[in-house]
């Protein structure tokens, strides 16, 4: 059965739900977002990949270098498994604004999963994007 528009929804709003958390430090809400097994590649920022939601909890209370003020989520798509309709991939753009002006963007590359307390992202890979 392909995705539902409600599916599709609460995707969206999932990935959108990580700057919330990231810019008010909510790190103990981690578990709204991700599945208690998650991976975080974050080896783009020499962090490595962070397995598993009480390494994720650490790494987003401890903030590590020089973290954005304000993290914004746009230009998702959602595409659906083929085989599992409780599974889908998501790519999403994250701008970053820091508190000096400053401001990046990265890829969100998110396999996401249908458990029983909604859509979590159980894989995210973190791809900043460089000067051309």
Do not use: C
């Not at 790494?59 to 973290?67: D, R, V």
């Amino acid at each position: 059965m392909p995705l539902t528009t409600a599916d599709r929804l609460a995707i969206h709003e999932l990935v959108s739900l990580h700057g919330h958390l990231a810019d008010d430090r909510r790190s103990d809400d981690l578990g709204l977002l991700l599945t208690p097994e998650a991976s975080y590649d974050v080896t783009a920022y020499d962090l490595g990949v962070v397995k598993g939601l009480p390494a994720l909890i650490e790494l987003f209370a401890s903030a590590p270098g020089n973290q954005p003020v304000g993290h914004h989520v746009t230009n998702v798509i959602v595409t659906a498994d083929p085989d599992r309709d409780d599974r889908a991939s998501v790519r999403s753009k994250g701008l970053s604004v820091m508190a000096d002006g400053r401001t990046g963007t990265v890829v969100y590359k998110d396999d996401v999963v249908r458990t029983a307390n909604g859509w979590r992202i159980s894989a995210r890979i973190v791809v900043p994007s460089r000067p051309a």
